[in-house]
């Protein structure tokens, strides 16, 4: 009898699961608005067989709610995709109103309504994605490609249970999976520009032979990881360079 209601609660978990799952697909996970343009764009794609509603709207990546000062304008607000259908979302910016010198991080939300069905038992549920948005002025000084090589890092303690990390870029630098001594630090960071943090690290690091120092890979405009490393060092700052491949000449980080 058990073995029976386990196989019924599996099937229903799987068809609410099922159901519940987003169908529009946004073709980035990021969106970097160059300033020398006067919009960005995405696009959203609906490949599901049922038509659905989205709605988008942006906020400042530190407002719980959709600031309604912001200097852009997202269109189309409100747009039905059928199956198979696609969608340009355009982010425009006024021209003044956001910071100059630096980049500046919003975030963009598509919630999507599925058409209601018919049948009672079916689970209908509204699903919000999120992604970043940059807004990189034009003529910053420097390339964001190269702003991970620039972090400097530091011990905040002589006891080495704090490791800080400054960014001097005008560039947001996203960290994903930062160790040091292949212990995690941090699963995700994100890096404003002109910004510190202090990280504490459990246990407190020793130096050793063989594989110590720092890691960590950098997202990239378009998604994409590159790895970086930097030999353990405890009384000077350093920073990290790009992780040498397989059987490089390079050697080891």
């Known amino acids: 009898m058990k073995g029976a209601i ?41 490949p599901g067989h049922t038509q659905v509603l989205i709605q988008a709207w942006l906020t ?34 006024q021209g003044v109103g956001m910071p100059q010198d630096r980049e500046s991080l919003l975030h963009l939300y598509v919630l999507e309504v599925p058409r209601r069905s018919a049948p009672s038992q079916q689970l209908n549920i509204a699903v919000r994605q999120r992604i970043n948005v940059f807004y990189r002025p034009a003529g910053l000084e420097g390339d964001a490609a190269e702003a991970a090589q620039h972090l400097a890092w530091q011990w905040d303690s ?12 005008p560039f947001h630098v996203a960290l994903h999976k930062l160790a040091f001594n292949q212990v995690e630090v941090a699963e995700d960071l994100m ?63």
């Open 6 to 46: 386990a196989i019924v609660m599996f099937v229903l978990a799987t068809l609410l699961c099922h159901n519940a799952q987003a169908v529009v697909t946004l073709a980035g996970t990021r969106l970097v608005f160059d300033g020398r343009f006067a919009e960005a764009k995405i696009e959203i794609r609906n």
């Open 60 to 93: 400042d990546a530190g407002a719980n709610e959709a600031a309604a000062d912001l200097p852009f304008v997202l269109t189309p607000h409100l747009a039905q995709l059928p199956p198979q259908g696609r969608q340009t979302l355009r982010v425009l910016y």
């Open 158 to 169: 002589d006891d080495h249970q704090v490791l800080r990390v400054r960014n001097p870029t």
């Open 191 to 253: 890096l404003a520009p002109f910004s510190a943090r202090s990280l504490p690290l459990q246990p407190t690091p020793t130096i050793g032979t063989g594989e110590t120092g720092l890691s960590f890979s950098a997202l990239t405009d378009y998604g994409g990881l590159r790895d970086f490393c930097a030999p353990a060092q405890y009384h000077t700052p350093f920073t990290a360079r790009l992780r040498p491949s397989a059987g490089s000449s390079i050697g080891k980080c």
